[in-house]
């Protein structure tokens, strides 16, 4: 993620949440990534806009597959036409769905 906000120029929530960037606090940014915390013991239900323009969709995508290959129960549902703050507002038209 830090790689993609660099690309576009944009402020990195994370970096400021974290202290520094990875370069600068390294041991932090492992210890607080899913995927270098895989496999995790519970099952997980991950949801992506397919709009997102904030956290592009390849990286819970790429997530997904690294879970699965490591034995983990998940699942990956990609919500089709939300971007990235619909996901969490409950009227949002792809918020209807079931499983």
């Given at each position: ?9 944009m402020k990195?929530h994370v970096?400021?949440l974290?202290?520094g960037?990875p370069e600068?606090?390294?041991e ?5 990534s899913p ?5 995790m013991k519970?099952?997980q239900?991950l ?7 904030h ?10 597959q690294n879970?699965m290959?490591?034995?983990c ?7 089709q036409?939300?971007?990235h703050?619909k996901i969490i ?11």
């Amino acid at each position: 993620m830090w790689e993609i906000h660099e690309q576009k120029g944009m402020k990195s929530h994370v970096a400021a949440l974290l202290g520094g960037t990875p370069e600068e606090v390294c041991e932090r940014y492992k210890m607080t990534s899913p995927i270098e915390l895989l496999p995790m013991k519970v099952e997980q239900v991950l949801l992506h806009g397919e709009l997102d323009r904030h956290v592009p969709v390849e990286l819970s995508k790429n997530y997904y597959q690294n879970a699965m290959k490591k034995g983990c129960k998940v699942r990956l549902i990609v919500l089709q036409r939300i971007e990235h703050f619909k996901i969490i507002e409950p009227t949002s038209p792809g918020m209807g769905f079931s499983y």
